[in-house]
């Protein structure tokens, strides 16, 4: 069965550091996401991706953060300076052209010091 | 932001027996509503979903109802197992031309006991 992966399953770094966090959602999808969730709050929206543009963004998606889909399979989020209210659990997920239901990968876990 | 509301922490059944999960919702524009499952250190995965324009949905032992007037939806598992023991989230939408964002409540941890 297709699924999303993505890479690291855990990324630690020090604030006001790069990190570049990866996904390959499912092949034939046509719509891709980044979630994020902070320990104990909700699954919160950062921006959804189509025909290589962001078709919406979050108020939390600021200029600290850009998303990429460099090949035909990967689509990265990059955060330019993290901070340490960066740190969370951060989910790709992907959809199909005109379905609803977005499948998730497992996550990356972010730790910024 | 409230939109979307799971107002029990925690459920706890016995295997065997009916879980029902519940959610409120606040956004009379949300037109797709979806339930997902998520165990410890995975992402959420999809369960079900139902259409605004319907009031119930039918996948093996799951069952989502809808109650539009209410801003209202339940997940149904009958008969719950063991292995249903998870976070449960509801999720709304509203349908976009590129891309729907989805707006989920804070998850209910049910645990289904042997």
């Known amino acids: 069965e297709p699924e999303v992966t993505q890479t690291p399953s855990h990324q630690v770094t020090q604030m006001g550091q790069e990190v570049i966090l990866r996904c390959v959602p499912i092949?034939?999808?046509?719509?891709f996401y980044w979630y994020r969730q902070i320990l104990g709050q909700k699954v919160e929206f950062l921006v959804s991706?189509?025909?290589?543009?962001?078709?919406?963004k979050s108020e939390i998606f600021d200029d600290q953060f850009s998303v990429e889909r460099p090949d035909g399979s990967n689509f990265t989020l990059k955060i330019r300076s993290t901070k340490l209210e960066d740190s969370a659990m951060y989910f790709c997920?992907?959809?199909?052209?005109?379905?609803?239901?977005?499948?998730f990968g497992p996550g990356t876990r972010l730790t910024v010091t | 932001d409230q939109q979307v509301k799971q107002n029990s922490p925690s459920l706890s059944v016995q295997e065997g027996r009916i879980s029902i999960l519940n959610c409120d919702y606040t956004?009379?524009?949300?037109?797709?509503f979806l339930w997902y499952k998520k165990y410890p250190a995975e992402g959420p995965t999809f369960l079900i979903s139902?259409?605004?324009?319907?009031d119930k949905n039918e996948d093996g032992r799951f069952t989502v109802f809808l109650n539009k007037s209410a801003k209202h939806l339940s997940l149904h598992i009958v008969p719950s197992q063991p292995g249903d023991s998870a976070v449960y989230f509801c999720?709304?939408?509203?349908?976009?031309?590129?891309?729907?964002?989805?707006?989920f409540g804070a998850g209910t941890i049910l645990r289904v006991k042997s």
């Open positions: 997920a992907s959809t199909s052209d005109g379905g609803y239901e977005q499948y």
């Open positions: 092949s034939n999808h046509l719509y």
């Open positions: 991706f189509y025909n290589n543009e962001i078709s919406e």
């Open positions: 956004n009379s524009m949300f037109d797709y």
């Open positions: 139902i259409s605004s324009i319907k």
């Open positions: 999720a709304a939408t509203v349908f976009m031309e590129y891309g729907n964002k989805l707006v």
